[in-house]
């Protein structure tokens, strides 16, 4: 695992956020909408649950009285045609980190597969249940999308509960997840960096260890070998709002 891992650079990102994106109406799944300011949340934390139920639902009234005439057509189309996207985005299911968001996809152009952590587990085709690796496969094999991003963030639970231990509650399923990421944890010890850059190192780690394992995957390093595919990495500051890819020199650069 040597070559796998190489020292992250950059000042961790932890400090708060500061604020939400602009309102605006852009080209991607924004269009005709506005985002909702922190203001928005503040209120929408303080209701019940029935009234925070009712509150998306007035989200999705907007979304039928503003932006569905707007994207009536392309729908209708999607409908008919089917989906066919060309890129599989591997995220993390952390609230903060959306990817439609980030790229301003709009529908039909992304497939995204969500988990803790953004990890993409070893090739095992066995009878256990396989979720992620189910939604590679269809991304794959059968809608033959042309790139993998498999994107982490700062600031991920996930990676905190595999340096620190999972927090309370999270032992039945989350503990034994992080067990994936194992050796970005190895790695993220052997690079003595100070505690605060510990985890931005660890993430970053388990975006290129999902990378390896998706290579692991026959049918994608087929589809690699053949030219039809490309596995890239990305690093999304949650507080900076900043994208980072992985280059070629195994470290995270700024777009």
């Not at 952390?94 to 980030?102: A, G, L, N, T, Y």
């Not at 970005?184 to 390896?212: G, N, T």
């Amino acid at each position: 695992m040597e070559a796998f891992i190489n020292p992250g650079t950059g000042r961790p990102d932890t400090g708060p956020v500061t604020g939400l994106p602009q309102r605006r109406t852009g080209r991607g799944n924004l269009a005709g909408l506005t985002r909702p300011s922190r203001s928005d949340f503040r209120a929408l934390s303080r209701l019940d649950g029935r009234a925070r139920v009712d509150d998306l639902i007035s989200g999705y009234r907007r979304f039928r009285e503003v932006a569905w005439p707007e994207r009536k057509q392309l729908f209708e189309r999607l409908a008919a045609r089917g989906q066919k996207p060309e890129t599989l985005v591997i995220a993390c299911s952390d609230s903060r980190v959306d990817p439609q968001m980030i790229f301003d996809a709009g529908p039909g152009q992304m497939f995204v597969v969500r988990n803790v952590a953004n990890l993409v587990p070893p090739f095992l085709p066995d009878t256990n249940y396989h979720g992620t690796s189910a939604a590679i496969e269809f991304a794959v094999r059968v809608l033959k999308v042309r790139d993998v991003i498999v994107m982490g963030h700062a600031q991920c639970g996930g990676v905190h509960a595999l340096l620190e231990g999972a927090p309370p509650g999270a032992e039945d399923f989350v503990a034994g997840w992080m067990k994936i990421a194992e050796p970005a944890r190895l790695m993220a010890e052997d690079a003595s960096l100070p505690i605060d850059q510990r985890q931005r190192f660890c993430e970053q780690c388990c975006v290129k260890l999902s990378l390896a394992n998706l290579a692991g995957f026959p049918w994608v390093a087929e589809r690699i070998s053949a030219g039809e595919l490309q596995l890239h990495g990305a690093y999304f500051g949650v507080a900076t709002g900043q994208l980072e890819l992985l280059d070629d020199d195994g470290t995270f650069k700024a777009v």
